[in-house]
């Protein structure tokens, strides 16, 4: 039975609805100043994203678990393993966010949160902490991938993934589709010896 890993490498860059393949790393690794991220394009190409302090939204968000708020720590200097997306998932007024906690030394995705402007203040409207998780805005829907491990999987090869789509349905998300995608055990494992030609 495939179990989550607590700890191991993020080896999918999170790619919507899986390729099978094992890419190195997840989507967007690089650790961010405090409050600044990188621009994502918005559903709304006039209207550019209003950027948000991420990592004081994640401390001051009681749904967070005290587990990811102690791991949110900087890696260098003030700068910290969390990416931003914004986006429309929820039809609201304003762009949504979501936030991805990662560690630093390999950027494992220790949560996921999707947050919703609402009378000038930001409500959680989602979270994942299942290691190693990561979400992502993709044509108005959340995605959100997750890595499976069977015993005996090292931590840079896990056995498989899922790729769950999540729509807005009047104030809550709902899953929409799940894709599972089993990797080969040929790949990136050890190799079988070659026979001696004598």
Known sequence: MAVLAALGLFTTACATGGTG????????TDA???????????????????????????RDDPAVSAAVKRDLKPCV???????VSYGDLTGGGANDIVINVMTCADAVGIGSYV???ENGRYQNVFKAE?????????????????????????????????????????????????????????????????????
């Open 21 to 28: 393949a094992r890419d190195e790393g997840p989507a967007g």
């Open 32 to 58: 961010v100043a405090k409050g600044s991220t990188a621009p994502v394009a918005s559903s709304s190409p006039t209207k550019a994203p209003r950027r948000v302090d991420a990592v004081k939204i994640v």
């Open 77 to 83: 200097a003030d700068e910290y393993p969390v990416d």
């Open 115 to 117: 947050y919703r402007e």
């Open 130 to 198: 299942e290691p190693p998780v990561y979400a992502e805005i993709d044509r108005g829907d959340l995605v959100v991938t997750q890595q499976l491990y069977e015993k005996g999987d090292p931590v840079s090869y896990p056995s498989s993934e899922e790729v769950i789509t999540y729509g807005w349905s009047t104030a809550r998300f709902v899953e929409r589709s799940r894709i599972h995608n089993d990797y080969s055990n040929a790949v990136g494992g050890a190799s079988s010896p070659v026979p001696d030609a004598n």
